[in-house]
């Protein structure tokens, strides 16, 4: 059975109660995860990339495997 909130009056709930009904419900904070910047040798292997494989139809594609 999922939560479901609905907005039907004003009310004010405060921080705890509405951390414990997240947490009830197996949702917990997440900070999205770092990532490295891309470097001037990644920006330009995906253009050449891109470049040489503009050509390419579905047909060419279903045998590519990405990761």
Do not use: D, S
């Not at 405060?14 to 197996?26: D, S, V």
């Not at 050449?48 to 495997?65: D, N, P, S, T, Y």
Request: aromatic residues 14%; glycine residues 2%.
């Amino acid at each position: 059975m999922g939560y479901r909130f609905v907005i039907t009056h004003y009310c004010l709930i405060t921080n705890l109660f509405l951390r414990n009904r997240l947490r009830e419900a197996n949702l917990r904070p997440r900070r999205p995860v770092r990532k490295p910047r891309l470097t001037r040798y990644h920006k330009e292997a995906r253009i050449r990339f891109a470049r040489e494989h503009i050509e390419w139809q579905l047909r060419h594609w279903k045998r590519v495997l990405f990761t």
